[in-house]
Nanobody, 125 residues
Framework: QVKLVESGGGSVQVGGSLKLACAVPPSTYRDNCVGWFRQVPGKEREAVAALFTGKGNKWHADSLEDRFTISQDDAQNAVYLLMGRLKPEDTATYFC??????????????????WGHGTRVTVSS
């Protein structure tokens, strides 16, 4: 079973930054689609960003106003999410996931089949 592990969450003040990391098993990192998502209790999971490791193609949710950036480190088999100018509404549990091999589509959440357990981000004023 594929196991992804998120890290880097924590508490930060409004306007601050955090960098989340997603450790992807080496066997699944290459030429794969890795996405970041977030969820607040009682609400649907929201797509944040996705990246195709094979070519470095990236997609970010329009609603983020260019505050978040997804990136990769092939040597570490890791995908990162740099979050800046954080707002209280960014408070959520953030998850990374790998897709099913049928294309890297940010908002096709059903296409992401292996998920980490999440890392909590709290933004306070």
């Amino acid at each position: 079973q594929v196991k992804l592990v998120e890290s880097g969450g924590g508490s930060v003040q409004v306007g601050g930054s955090l960098k989340l990391a997603c450790a992807v098993p080496p066997s699944t990192y290459r030429d794969n689609c890795v996405g970041w998502f977030r969820q607040v209790p009682g609400k649907e999971r929201e797509a944040v960003a996705a990246l195709f490791t094979g070519k470095g193609n990236k997609w970010h949710a329009d609603s983020l106003e260019d505050r978040f950036t997804i990136s990769q480190d092939d040597a570490q088999n890791a995908v990162y999410l740099l979050m800046g100018r954080l707002k209280p509404e960014d408070t959520a549990t953030y998850f990374c996931a790998t897709a099913d091999g049928r294309g890297c589509v940010l908002n096709r959440i059903s296409g992401y089949i292996d998920w980490g357990h999440g890392t909590r981000v709290t933004v306070s004023s």
